[in-house]
């Protein structure tokens, strides 16, 4: 097991250099760079302008500037924000937790959710309540999710005035205890549901189809041949091994619940990672963009292992080599 | 019953080429210009006849090669038909349904060429002003065109005469396999396919709003780009069904066009993908070994590259080096396709790598088959019905990304319209809060465009999937 996790880590290390050189193509891709931008703004002379190009590094040949950017990429320095001031893996640990907050209650939702109505589904494979819900998941896979927060927002900001427009806190506010959590309640109840709306197509089709699946298994049959009810058949047979392809689909999802939702947080004004990385977009802080991407495809890499080592954890017929 | 409808496909044929004698552009105190003038002059300056006395000189160049090809093509589908009429011959009929799928088509790509308004749908308007020495200087100039009733004529009689075709090709094909019990994996597919009403309703919405977006701007008296302040910001009512935005463009025509360009990029797209994601999953599973070992490495990578970040760095990249916006659309494709290959490409090398081990491949190798004659034949064949599953379910989520991006304003910009960039109204908190018909129609033909694909996909998979059956 030691030695599986060991060895698909070193796996990840070429893939992590992919994606780095990837990412620090694209970013180099843009014309100019800041020093000439501000030299225009503000009075420097030419031997200033080539000191700071110099020390920045600006006229090394690329694979030189990806090596120097890779090597301190290595011990968590991807340099510094240019709009927070802040070292980047200090931005990324600071916003982080606004952007997990929102997810971790999506995710909750999703699961309470998408696994009763996927099995119900199944085992009602084709009737009404069978196409009813596959509509449903239908629907949250094919929403646009600014549309959907755009809606939600008039709906229940605007129009009914139930919820807050924007943001995490009420502006102007300093509640504690109790009042401060139901102010913030207020404010990530939205974004979450949007959120898990949108994933819970997936997640509840991906339970339909294993439930499936096992329902035709021999071992269900001679389950039901014993005259046991089909209640003990579905959820105490079936469910077992129906879920384990479910709880991969968990590992997977874990590791992005820290990865920030660019769209719904920027829609809600809730300042997470996702909603920093498009301001880093629209004022161009690479640094900050280059170190938010490799986050998130580490963070993707990290949920593929874990739910391997899930699929091994829960079903013993999974022998990891 | 047959007799009626091959009689009537014949006569659809020939009123749709007839539409050519008609006006297919009409100016304002002008003569209008018919469809056959526009095919006899390409890349000629035609003059336009004045009306009035006080009327500048106009010209006119006439572009429309697609033009020319449809009504080529009109033209050989009456004669195929009358062929396949008179010889009974069945090779004939297929060949009236291509040729006339050929001829809608090319009008299609046509109207979508335009950029600016409904002159550019034929060519181009200049002014021609007299100078001192005796030349002519030519520029381009506004002037109130409208569709005239040819070309308006022309959509629908031929899109009824293609239906018309098609359906006497059916109850043909249908006559001939009467008593014929033969069940191919795809006829019982489609079999499956009709069973399922989701499906046929998804099919339904997806050709309607492709009818509507590709041929509709043609009934529009609207054009596209022209700003209208006094009319800014109008609620919906009888001129404006769907009222109009800030900067008074008819809402109903930029609908149209914005939902051509996001259906074009979602198939765009998925043609990208398709091409590159078959023929490296393709290598890659049936070579197997160190090729494998290297494609698949790199599918990896492209997989583990965080999806919209990079979509949106590249948007803000295009920003940056300043893609002109007629131009932007084509990069937002490749964008797009070039990140979507790997997902098809590891199916497709699955799928292979799974068929290759089947009995009938090894009966292939024993029988000393070329690998070309393999793959083409024997392989390829067993593929497409996945590939068609994925590269549905993939259109839509292509439409999806295109229209998040153009949200943020990364993907196609302004003035060209996309369903995406049009819900960008919200920005004007106003708009968002008191004038929702600014935002509201956009967002919801993505919805509805991408849940029907959503729904054909669906059926697709359980019409090919033999487990599914009821």
């Not at chain 1, 690329?62 to 290595?74: D, L, Q, R, T």
């Not at chain 1, 949007?194 to 389950?223: C, H, N, P, W």
């Not at chain 2, 006569?11 to 304002?28: D, R």
């Not at chain 2, 526009?38 to 004045?50: D, S």
């Amino acid at each position: 097991m030691w030695n599986y996790i060991a060895r698909r880590l070193l796996q990840m290390i070429p893939i992590v250099i992919g994606v780095s050189i990837i990412i620090f193509l694209i970013i180099n891709l843009v014309p100019g760079n800041f020093i000439d931008a501000k030299a225009q703004t503000s009075h420097m002379s030419q031997e200033q302008i080539q000191h700071l190009k110099d020390l920045y590094g600006i006229n090394d040949p690329i694979h030189v500037k990806y090596v120097k950017w890779i090597s301190g990429a290595v011990h968590g320095d991807f340099g510094d924000s240019f709009t927070h001031q802040k070292p980047v893996s200090k931005v990324i640990s600071t916003f982080v937790w606004n952007s997990f907050l929102i997810a971790i209650i999506a995710f909750i939702l999703e699961l309470l959710i998408a696994i009763p109505i996927g099995i119900i589904s199944a085992t009602h494979q084709y009737s009404k309540t069978d196409y009813f819900f596959t509509v449903i998941a239908l629907i949250g896979i094919s929403l646009p999710s600014f549309f959907l927060g755009l809606v939600l927002i008039k709906v229940f900001a605007v129009d009914l005035k139930w919820l807050p427009l924007a943001g995490l806190d009420t502006p102007g506010t300093s509640f504690a205890g109790i009042q401060f959590l139901l102010d913030r309640l207020k404010h990530v109840i939205l974004p979450s549901l949007v959120l898990a709306f949108l994933s819970i197509g997936q997640l509840m089709r991906y339970t339909r189809t294993s439930v499936l699946e096992i329902i035709k298994q021999d071992y269900i049959r001679t389950a039901r041949a014993k005259g046991l009810s089909e209640k003990v058949v579905v959820y105490k047979h079936a469910l077992r091994n129906a879920l384990i392809p479910v709880v991969t689909y968990i590992g997977i999802s874990l590791p992005s619940l820290f990865a920030g939702a660019i769209i719904t947080e920027s829609i809600f004004g809730i300042p997470g990672i996702g909603k920093i990385a498009l301001d880093a977009v629209t004022k161009r802080d690479y640094p900050l963009l280059m170190g938010f991407s490799m986050f998130v495809a580490v963070l993707t890499l990290l949920g593929n292992l874990l739910s391997d080592i899930l699929y091994a954890v829960v079903d013993p017929r999974v022998k990891l080599k | 019953m047959k007799k009626i409808i091959k009689y009537l496909s014949i006569i659809l044929v020939i009123l749709s080429a007839a539409c050519y004698f008609l006006p297919f552009l009409t100016f304002k105190d002008y003569k209008s210009i018919n469809g056959l003038s526009l095919l006899t002059n390409l890349y000629k300056r035609i003059e336009l006849e004045k009306l009035s006395q006080s009327a500048k000189t106009y010209v006119f160049n006439s572009n429309s090669i697609f033009l020319l090809f449809t009504f080529v093509f009109f033209l050989i589908t009456f004669g195929l038909l009358v062929y396949s009429l008179a010889k009974k011959s069945e090779k004939a009929l297929s060949g009236a349904v291509v040729s006339i799928m050929a001829g809608v088509v090319l009008y299609g790509i046509q109207l979508s060429n335009s950029q600016t308004s409904i002159t550019d749908f034929f060519g181009t308007m200049l002014l021609a002003t007299k100078t001192g020495d005796g030349k002519t200087i030519f520029k381009s100039s506004e002037i109130a065109a409208h569709t005239g009733l040819g070309a308006r004529l022309l959509v629908i009689l031929s899109i009824l005469s293609l239906f018309s075709v098609l359906v006497f090709k059916m109850l043909e094909s249908a006559e001939r396999s009467k008593g014929n019990n033969i069940q191919t994996p795809w006829s019982m597919a489609i079999k499956q396919f009709r069973r399922n009403k989701l499906a046929i309703l998804g099919a339904v919405i997806i050709t309607l709003l492709v009818i509507v977006c590709f041929y509709g701007p043609v009934f529009s008296d609207y054009s596209l780009l022209k700003t209208d302040i006094i009319d800014a910001k109008l609620k919906p009512n009888a001129t404006h069904i769907l009222g109009t935005d800030s900067s008074g463009r008819d809402i109903l025509t930029r609908l149209m066009y914005g939902g051509k360009i996001s259906i074009a990029v979602g198939f765009v797209v998925v043609l990208i993908e398709i091409l590159i994601g078959t023929v490296v999953g393709g290598i890659a599973g049936y070579y197997g070994g160190k090729i494998d070992n290297i494609l698949m490495r790199i599918v990896d990578i492209f997989l583990s590259l965080p999806f919209l970040p990079v979509v949106i760095i590249l948007g803000a990249v295009m920003s940056d080096l300043n893609v002109s916006p007629q131009k932007r659309v084509f990069f937002v494709m490749i964008i797009i396709g070039v990140l979507y290959w790997p997902t098809m490409a590891r199916m497709v090398r699955g799928q292979i790598l799974s068929l290759r081990e089947q009995e009938y491949m090894i009966a292939a190798e024993a029988l000393g088959l070329k690998d070309r004659h393999k793959i083409i034949r024997h392989l390829i064949p067993n593929v497409i019905p996945t590939m068609i599953v994925t590269a549905t379910l993939e259109i839509g989520n292509a439409i999806l990304t295109e229209s998040a991006l153009s949200f943020l304003g990364l993907g196609v910009a302004m003035p060209y319209p996309s369903w995406g960039n049009m819900v960008q109204a919200v920005r004007d908190t106003n708009d968002f809060m008191l004038r929702s018909w600014m935002w509201v129609p956009p967002g919801l033909t993505i919805f509805v465009t991408v849940l029907a694909i959503n729904f054909m996909g669906d059926g697709l998979r359980d019409a090919f999937d033999p487990k599914m059956k009821k």
